[in-house]
């Protein structure tokens, strides 16, 4: 892929890359030409990806590669991104690592509350500040893509879910402040948020044909997203055709927000 849409000699950190959302990113971005860092809790499962993505041949200086990385916690997200630095200054983050866990708000305990809020909200901020100050101390500007969802940007869905809702909705306004200040550093800030997307992530969903008929009720495309659907508008979000978007959250919904 050339043009507009090309990441060619980018390095590019994708976190939760070993699965769903997030592995389809890694590949489209490679197949962008990036060389991608594939980042997750599960190494292996990430070098599994990583292994298969195009570009270099695995071990050779511009070949793809997996690390392990807990977005939630500091001193995890700074290693991993030092690691990647000593390679090369990343031009592109995708944050996709995320997690939900459904109660009833008023059964929600406080650990799983504090869970949800570590992972979707403050790793999304660790990594992104991490790769910031790489980008700004290095003045090659980049861009950054956050992973939010329709469930930030409203409250319905077919089961309660409030720390994730709670967490995707300021997942769009931090991309809003973070845009706003990294601007004159030349580092843009976007999200993407996709409608129910068909990964590991709702599975419990996808095994209840009542449920999956409501989610069709609700989308006017009538259909789930497909992992690959959201790693296009990611792969625009982060390359030079977006060039002067920044601060936005994009839907990919089919149509569930325009109703
Ligand atoms: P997934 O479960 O298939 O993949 C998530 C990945 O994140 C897993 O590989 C997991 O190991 C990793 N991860 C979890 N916690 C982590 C941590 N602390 N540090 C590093 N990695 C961690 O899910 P997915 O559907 O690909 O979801 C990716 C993102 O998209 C999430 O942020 C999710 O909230 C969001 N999203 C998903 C859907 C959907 O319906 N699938 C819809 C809207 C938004």
Redesign the pocket.
Known sequence: MGGLFSLDGTMAIV??????????AARTLAEAGATVAV????RE??AAVADTLPGAPSGSPAASMALA?????EA?VEAAVAQVAERAVPGVLV??????IRDAATDHPLASWNKVV???LT?SFLISRAVARRMIAAGTGGSIVQ?????GLSGGGVYPNVS?QTT?GALVNMTRALAVEWAGAGIRVNAV??????????KALLDQPEVMEKIFAMTPLKR??E?EE?AAAILFLASPAAGMVTGHTLPVDGGFLAQ
């Open positions: 976190t939760g890359g070993a699965s769903g959302i997030g592995a389809a980042l997750d809790l599960d499962r990430a990385c807990d977005v939630a916690d995890s944050n996709c690592a995320g997690i939900a570590d992972v979707n790793g992973t939010a969802s329709i469930m994730y995707k948020a996709p409608t129910y997307v068909r990964t590991p992530f709702i789930l997203a992992p959201v």
